[in-house]
């Protein structure tokens, strides 16, 4: 009988629940704002939000402790003006695996935004409709499956991340261990079925999302079609 630490699994979904809530704010604004305006630094800015994907999570998980360990200006700040320390916190673990995933809310949301067709928005305005109650009611609306699969795919991102999470968060049993570095201290330790057990958990979890995903966004592919 395998021993699991369903703490683990509880803590993952909570991480990447609000890590996924954080992209659907920020994600969806900038993909937006980067969709709808024209700015000098655009495409530069476009860079820098995609540059969680390909660079590696070490990497991602370096700059963060820079910036958010005790020495660096944000956590420095945040200790000094109301005694909050991030590193080694599940909310540490949130904010990694957010960074992380942004991009794939934040590419899908953009290509969502910029398939609209501009003449339904200018339809609107010409009703006296205003550019807030424009997007709440027309661009969101036609743009929400392509947002949706892309936050679905963040989800999933984040239920996995590891690299920048174990360095800012570490490996607390109960506190910061989330399901994928559960599995890594199961693999060091040489507990393999325990190590089994939370890769069939976890993989079980992801190919969920990922369906559903993939199913979304035939749908709204298939929907593209039919409207052509």
């Not at 860079?47 to 991602?60: G, K, N, Q």
């Given at each position: 009988m395998v021993d699991l630490d369903w703490s683990a699994l509880w803590l993952s979904l909570k991480v990447a629940g609000w890590a996924t809530a954080i992209n659907l704010v920020l994600g969806v604004g900038f993909g937006a704002l980067l969709a709808r305006r024209r700015f000098?630094?655009?495409?530069?800015?476009?860079?820098?939000?995609?540059?969680?994907?390909?660079?590696?999570?070490?990497?991602?998980?370096?700059?963060?402790?820079?910036?958010?360990?005790?020495?660096g200006p944000l956590g420095a700040w945040l200790e000094s003006s109301f005694g909050i320390n991030l590193v080694f916190t599940w909310q540490a673990a949130v904010i990694a695996a957010a960074v992380a995933s942004f991009p794939l809310v934040f590419k899908p949301a953009r290509a969502a935004f910029e398939d609209v067709d501009g003449q339904l928005e200018q339809a609107a305005r010409t009703l006296g409709v205003s550019e807030l109650a424009l997007f709440f009611r027309v661009t969101l609306p036609l743009a929400w499956r392509g947002i949706l699969a892309g936050l679905l795919l963040s989800f999933a991102r984040a239920m996995g991340e590891f690299g920048a999470t174990i360095m800012v968060a570490g490996s607390i049993p109960g506190r910061t261990q989330t399901l994928s570095i559960a599995i890594y201290e199961a693999v060091q330790a040489g507990n393999d079925g325990r190590a089994n057990a939370l890769v069939l958990l976890s993989s079980l979890v992801c190919i969920s999302v990922l369906l559903l995903a993939a199913r979304l966004v035939g749908r709204r592919q298939e929907g593209a079609r039919n409207v052509a």
């Open positions: 000098p630094g655009h495409e530069l800015l476009d860079t820098v939000f995609t540059l969680p994907m390909v660079l590696p999570p070490t990497v991602l998980g370096y700059y963060l402790l820079v910036l958010i360990g005790s020495k």
